[in-house]
């Protein structure tokens, strides 16, 4: 371990005998993240039972205020990692998670359970970039497409058991150990890192936290948001709700502004004038929205269409995002040879044709075999061919210096795209009982969202490892 460096050079062609443990460890930490976020899926009713005074559109912020804190926090997090050390920062974005993750379960009310949400979106930012900058500085660039691949299907396992494994918990015991769940994993991983993770170098010239423009990027995403889920609702008026969409387009603004004018912005906006650069976020993007619509759309349908159980519900999405994991490795091992276009392309086509399946054949009667599951299986290819596709081309042709900061920017576009995704369906189906109607909306913009992802993905340069 004395050995490590924290940047090896191009040229050497086998992994460090330490990257295999590196992974784990590193990946470990990510699925609990991955695991906490589909898990709130599937508990979401169960905490709206328990918090009876609160309205679909407050309880919407249980997810929505973590994912925004979250993308926020990922960009300056992969600049800590790269600043302090990524072993330290990691640490620190584990012990914080973990924390409060104890506090969620704790919680006596909606707005505390907020709070600690907020929390928890902190540690997991300051981990995630840390953990995929730790896994690429251990391996050669030859497999670094493939590293990238195997990581992102660590995310696709913990989809896999997440919703199934938050309904049981909240069916046998409390909605409150999908969060208390975390702590004992957690810890674990926390103490193997202690162990065995060898200290990174930290950068010589440290970066200021830009934190007015965090606070306007948060701004602005989360009255985008409040806008969306209150959009159908009887609390705001007409005017209001314009007035809150004008707030979030101006806070936006701002931002830009602001970026071009500061020597440390939060996103540096002149990476944007690289074409692949801007289109992959873009994609990125609008991928991600059309995802959290997906994912957070099968448990209403499940539930309030099909009236599955909580339980029966988790179980039987696993189908999809068990696909993910093989189709992610392949597809990233095979992007490290051919490029990633072609597989961004052609999954976003894919991903195009799930909407379209489940837009026409599922009908109220449960028909699980023939009308959905087959739509599950093409929806886990098409997430597996694009995901990994969209973050190896993201970080590709970086200097592995910049891999925490230029992954951040990426990860954090997709969160964004989550909390658009999540605010929709919130719109959509949240504001009284849904009926399959309902979901035509739903599926009839998600099969929009993945045809302008194709388009985009169509001007990516094809980006091949040396």
């Known amino acids: 371990m004395s050995s490590t460096s924290p940047h090896p050079p191009h040229a050497k062609e086998n992994a460090l005998p330490a990257a295999w443990p590196i992974f784990w460890i590193a990946s470990g930490a990510v699925f609990l993240v991955s695991l906490d976020t589909t898990m709130l899926y599937s508990v979401f009713e169960s905490i709206r039972r ?12 249980v997810l929505n205020a973590y994912t925004i804190v979250y993308a926020a926090m990922l960009i300056p997090a992969g600049g800590f990692a790269d600043a302090h050390g990524r072993k330290r920062v990691f640490l620190v974005g584990v012990l914080v998670f973990i924390s409060a993750s104890a506090a969620c379960g704790m919680s006596p009310d909606i707005a505390t359970l907020v709070g600690a949400r907020v929390c928890q979106a902190i540690g997991a930012a300051l981990l995630t970039p840390a953990s995929l900058s730790l896994v690429l500085a251990a391996f050669p660039p030859s497999q670094r497409a493939m590293t990238v691949s195997m990581w992102g299907a660590v995310g696709g396992f913990a989809a896999a058991v997440g919703p199934s494994l938050g309904a049981y918990t909240a069916q046998t015991y409390s909605w409150r150990w999908a969060f208390l769940i975390n702590v004992p994993v957690g810890a674990i991983s926390l103490l193997l890192g202690i162990r065995l993770l060898a200290p990174t170098a930290s950068a010589a010239i440290r970066r200021r936290v830009d934190v007015i423009g965090m606070a306007l990027l948060i701004a602005s995403v989360a009255l985008m948001a409040l806008l969306l889920v209150e959009l159908r609702g009887s609390v705001w008026t007409n005017l ?36 692949t650069y801007a289109v992959v976020n873009l994609a990125t993007l609008t991928f991600g929205i059309a995802f959290a619509m997906m994912f957070f759309a099968f448990f209403f349908y499940m539930t309030e269409i099909w009236h599955f159980d909580s339980v029966h519900a988790g179980l039987a999405i696993i189908p999809g ?29 894919l991903y195009a044709v799930t909407g379209t399946w489940f837009y026409f054949i599922p009908g109220v009667s449960p028909e699980y075999g023939s009308h959905w599951l087959p739509g599950l299986l093409i929806s886990g290819a098409s997430v597996g061919l694009v995901m990994p596709s969209l973050a190896g081309a993201a970080v590709s042709r970086l200097p592995v210096e910049h891999y925490a900061v230029g992954s951040a920017v990426n990860q954090a576009t997709r969160q964004m795209g989550a909390v658009i995704g999540v605010a929709i369906v919130v719109m959509l189906l949240g504001h009284g009982i849904p009926t399959r109607a309902s979901f035509d909306a739903v599926y009839g913009t998600h099969i929009a969202l993945a045809l302008i992802t194709a388009l985009l993905c169509a001007f990516v340069r094809e980006r091949r490892n040396d």
């Open 50 to 61: 328990s918090f009876t005074y609160a309205t679909p559109a407050s309880l919407s912020w």
């Open 321 to 349: 995002p068990l696909t993910v994991i093989p189709v992610a490795i392949a597809t990233g091992r095979l992007a490290g040879r051919y490029g990633y276009r072609r597989f961004l392309v052609s999954g976003s086509l």
């Open 240 to 275: 209001e709700l314009a007035l809150i969409a004008g707030l979030s387009v101006g806070c936006l603004l701002i931002f830009v502004v602001w970026a071009n004018k500061v020597s440390d912005p939060l996103i540096e906006l002149s990476l944007f004038r690289n074409t």
